[in-house]
């Protein structure tokens, strides 16, 4: 009996020994992410997390912060290049200034469309970027959608590059966007993108440039009436994760984090397109003043000097250039 009940507190043992073995193995990660529930990317980096427990079978789950409560994004690229932070949802606008590679997609018109855009980035391409990214600190995972960004201002419709003449514009801080701008005549006017509501309707700025979703679902179309189809650049967003966390992880957790981080991007995609849609029709609604641009060849070629001046300070980045203009 006596050696009967050894044998059980010794399984016993075993058995707690292995618990605590399993919890110890389990990580829990932290998520930054700037967008309000219910937006395409809020919902996607929900089911992010949502695979990432099931494909680790418990051994990683990710806790989610949204609406940029975590502080603004450029402090979070900080906190993910640092590891304060495990993952984030970031535009690579902001990360374009650091990691030289991601800056390329920031260049006016170098996507032709949303579908280029998906074939180039989600290919060899988007390989390359995530490889320079990984300089930096930061590994991306999967890109998401940020659509096509436009005009909008409170004073006039743009139909040609000489209508932004003399427009105080807000940008994201990178060198590139104020270029822009400036090719165009007008005053870049770089700022977080939490005071643009309140800098438009002050007149602080007269106009900004952005996708319908963000448009829309700040508020923007109530301080800033038009709004122009320019469709001048087309910025991907990634997931991305600190590289420490990543190279530390098993081969079998590593995959399992970039599926679940792929799986996620199909899904905010697919929302992206009808929150698109979607958000037009309701500013459309409220009575905003839209045009199309007949001619945005004149546009591309008012961009032609940034390229130039970009590309002769980083001749490095010419291949990757030539490779995404020429994904087909």
């Given amino acids: 009996m006596k050696n009967l009940k050894k044998i059980m507190l010794g399984i016993s043992a075993v058995a707690v020994a292995s618990t605590i073995s399993v919890a110890s193995l389990?990580?829990?990660?932290?998520?930054?992410?700037?967008?309000?529930p219910g937006y395409p990317n809020t919902v996607a980096m929900d089911k992010f997390a949502e695979l990432l427990k099931q494909k680790t079978g418990g051994e990683i789950t990710l806790k989610m912060f949204h609406s940029g409560v975590l502080g603004n994004q450029p402090d979070a690229i900080e906190q993910v290049r640092v590891g304060g932070l495990a993952i984030?949802?970031?535009?690579?606008?902001?990360?374009?200034?650091?990691?030289?590679?991601a800056n390329v997609v920031s260049l006016p018109f170098i996507f032709k469309d949303m579908g280029h855009m998906h074939r180039a980035l989600d290919g060899a391409a988007g390989d390359k970027i995530s490889a320079g990214m990984a300089k930096i600190g930061i590994v991306a995972l999967a890109w998401y959608d940020s659509?096509?960004?436009s005009f909008y201002n409170s004073k006039k419709p743009i139909?040609?590059?000489?209508?932004?003449?003399?427009?105080?514009?807000r940008v994201m801080n990178n060198d590139l966007y104020s270029g822009m701008i400036?090719?165009?005549g007008g005053n870049p006017s770089p700022m977080a993108f939490s005071e643009v509501f309140q800098s438009l309707k002050t007149g602080v700025v007269d106009g900004a440039e952005n996708n319908w979703p963000s448009y829309e679902s700040t508020g923007h179309f109530e301080v800033a009436k038009y709004y122009s189809l320019s469709q001048h650049l087309i910025i991907p967003e990634c997931v991305c994760i600190n590289d420490k966390v990543y190279?530390?992880?098993?081969?079998?957790?590593?995959k399992a984090v970039k599926d679940a981080a792929r799986e996620s991007a199909e899904l905010q995609r697919a929302l992206w397109e009808k929150r698109a849609i979607s958000s037009r029709d309701k500013v459309m609604k409220a009575g905003v003043k839209?045009?199309?641009?007949p001619n945005k060849q004149a546009f591309m070629d008012a961009m032609k000097p940034v390229h130039t001046k970009y590309l002769s300070a980083n001749p490095d980045l010419v291949p990757l250039v030539n490779l995404i203009k020429n994904t087909k």
Avoid: C, Q, T
């Avoid at 389990?26 to 309000?36: D, F, L, S, V």
């Fill in 159 to 169: 139909m040609k590059p000489s209508d932004v003449k003399g427009l105080k514009v």
């Fill in 147 to 149: 659509g096509a960004r």
């Fill in 88 to 101: 984030g949802n970031f535009n690579l606008g902001p990360i374009g200034p650091m990691a030289a590679e």
């Fill in 247 to 254: 190279n530390n992880l098993s081969a079998k957790n590593k």
């Fill in 182 to 184: 400036s090719a165009l």
């Fill in 290 to 293: 839209f045009n199309e641009i």
């Fill in 26 to 36: 389990a990580e829990e990660w932290r998520g930054w992410n700037i967008h309000k």
